[in-house]
């Protein structure tokens, strides 16, 4: 049978926090920008109550029928029924580790001029960011013109690009992007963390950055992060991120 909408309605908003506290005898203490579980330290969710991730695990979602699906192998019409109260929420025998997404990345330009043309020239970004930016790979034009982003795993490998048009509005993920990562500018010793829709967004905070100090370097001093959009699931790499830099408090 057909589970009606009124029931998916009921069961997709339903609170994570609750959830983990009332069934799985979990606790949480508010940090930042989310809350940490006290048994599972690697166990955080968002403040939303919503998006949540799993570090040790390498899982995240948005959800308790996320939860049950991904961690304890759930079929999907018995999460439903767990999270109404239909059925009890007993653990399942956990799904075997998913192997790591490969990323596809476009093939670079010869030259970077489009890129340089948008970015400093029409956005306004200060130039030695960028630079530093395409020397460390987390930037670069593709053939078709577009300006990429590139997020980074804790091996430095690429696990997540986005591309923004240098013409048009054209926008979107590479294929084989990890949801967990983002592009980033990242200080292990900062305690802020800025957060952005998008990297121009993140880039053009860092310039003016520079320019109110008036130090090339002051961008530097803090850590950056694009949510590469707005919905539920982007927040999975604010709690991957804060989870792998702890001195994030602000």
């Not at 959800?63 to 079929?75: Q, R, S, T, W």
């Amino acid at each position: 049978m057909r589970i009606d909408d009124n029931t998916l309605k009921q069961a997709r908003p339903a609170d994570v926090l609750v959830f983990f506290e009332k069934y799985k005898g979990l606790t949480f203490a508010h940090r930042g920008y989310a809350y940490r579980c006290k048994q599972r330290p690697s166990l955080a969710v968002a403040s939303d109550r919503l998006a949540w991730f799993w570090h040790s695990k390498g899982i995240g979602g948005c959800g308790v029928l996320d939860y049950l699906i991904k961690v304890e192998n759930m079929p999907f019409r018995q999460a439903v029924e767990a999270v109404t109260g239909t059925a009890p929420a007993a653990a399942k025998p956990q799904q075997e580790p998913t192997k790591p997404k490969k990323l596809l990345l476009p093939e670079k330009a010869g030259v970077q001029l489009r890129l340089y043309d948008y970015l400093c020239t029409k956005r306004g970004i200060d130039s030695s960011i960028v630079n530093t930016l395409i020397q460390e790979g987390k930037l670069y034009e593709d053939r078709r013109g577009n300006v990429i982003f590139v997020g980074f795993d804790e091996q430095n490998k690429p696990r997540f690009a986005c591309l923004r048009g240098t013409r048009g509005d054209y926008r979107g993920d590479c294929s084989g992007s990890d949801k967990r990562y983002g592009f980033r500018m990242a200080n292990v010793s900062s305690e802020r963390l800025y957060i952005f829709e998008c990297g121009i967004d993140l880039m053009s905070h860092a310039s003016l950055y520079n320019a109110i100090t008036g130090d090339k370097d002051a961008w530097k001093q803090h850590s950056r992060l694009s949510l590469a959009g707005t919905t539920d699931l982007c927040y999975i790499k604010l709690l991957y991120f804060t989870a792998r830099y702890h001195k994030i408090s602000s």
